[in-house]
């Protein structure tokens, strides 16, 4: 078969409950268009039966291709393996969950063959998402845009279209800790973006909790800015400024009205504060270093189990 076009990489952690609804509506919208197409499935590690309900849809539609990977890698290394098995002209990001509508490929497409290299669709309704996760979210894309260079367009998640030439570009940057919000931004190229509403999940539960999407959040700052640490510095430079002017009216205060006996309160106080500030200081410096560590380790981004392509070729 001839090399598709259009490659859809879906990264799957436990999406049993949706996968068969998924598939079926995504293959019809496909099937509309004149272009050649692959399904790639990228299983994360599931400890469901998404693997088994992957091979059955496998053995029915001859355009779908699996990953197996050997185990949860995270929803990052996910779509890199995605993007580095991905056979297609353009290829297409999208959760199996289907709060980003399929519907949006055709009109991906348009913005495509007008010459674009990246589409993104944007959320301009979370509705479908807690009052919690609104206000982290815009928080965080807020602060993320204020300390780093590499502006993440404010409510675009990872359902985009990316043409080769990006794709090529990506694999490119050989980073072990991966944020592909700030990755995909920080390559560039020509985009468009298209609004549009989030819908509920259709089935199952979101395996991202919030000490995974803080810990996410983490990720993304650190990796594509420095400005903690330049933060700690000025507050050093500004704490040491405060503690010699302290000192030095401690010195002209006992040369002119003599000894005075300081309380123990004030004093622990005070210890107990910069003792925080110092520990807070190390935190951060702590992340960046254990950055370091990891990626010195060169440590693969994900180990593949099995490819449903090694045991027939499908294109």
Not at 29 to 42: A, C, H, K, N
Not at 187 to 200: A, D, E, L, N, W
């Amino acid at each position: 078969m001839i090399s598709p076009i259009i490659s859809i990489v879906c990264p799957c952690y436990n999406e049993q409950e949706v996968l068969h609804v998924f598939t079926d509506k995504i293959i019809n919208i496909l099937s509309m268009d004149t272009f050649t197409y692959e399904l790639l499935f990228v299983n994360d590690g599931s400890k469901d039966n998404t693997l088994i309900f992957l091979h059955e849809l496998a053995v029915r539609n001859k355009n779908i291709r699996i990953i197996n990977l050997s185990r949860n890698f995270g929803k990052e290394a996910a779509l890199t393996a995605g993007l580095d098995h991905a056979k297609g002209e353009v290829v297409i990001l999208i959760d199996v969950d289907l709060q980003d509508p399929p519907e949006l490929i055709h009109d991906f497409l348009r913005e495509w063959q007008k010459g674009y290299d990246v589409v993104v669709a944007k959320r301009i309704n979370r509705s479908s998402d807690t009052l919690t996760k609104k206000i982290t979210a815009s928080l965080f894309y807020k602060f993320h845009n204020s300390i780093s260079d590499v502006i993440i367009p404010d409510n675009v998640g990872d359902f985009r279209l990316i043409t080769r030439r990006v794709v090529t570009a990506i694999q490119l940057l050989p980073e072990n800790q991966r944020f592909m919000k700030g990755i995909f931004s920080w390559v560039g190229f020509k985009t468009s973006i298209i609004q549009y509403t989030r819908q509920p999940r259709a089935a199952g539960k979101s395996s991202f909790n919030g000490w995974r999407l803080w810990n996410f959040a983490l990720e993304g700052i650190t990796s594509f800015s420095t400005t903690p640490l330049r933060i700690w510095l000025y507050l050093g430079v500004f704490v040491s400024a405060i503690a010699f002017i302290f000192g030095a009216s401690i010195i002209l205060k006992t040369l002119f009205l003599g000894v005075d006996i300081p309380g123990y309160a004030s004093l622990l106080t005070i210890i107990l504060f910069f003792g925080g500030i110092q520990l807070i200081g190390l935190g951060i410096m702590g992340e960046y270093i254990g950055r370091l560590y990891m990626e010195s380790k060169r440590r693969p981004i994900y180990i593949i189990e099995d490819d449903s392509n090694t045991q027939k070729d499908k294109f």
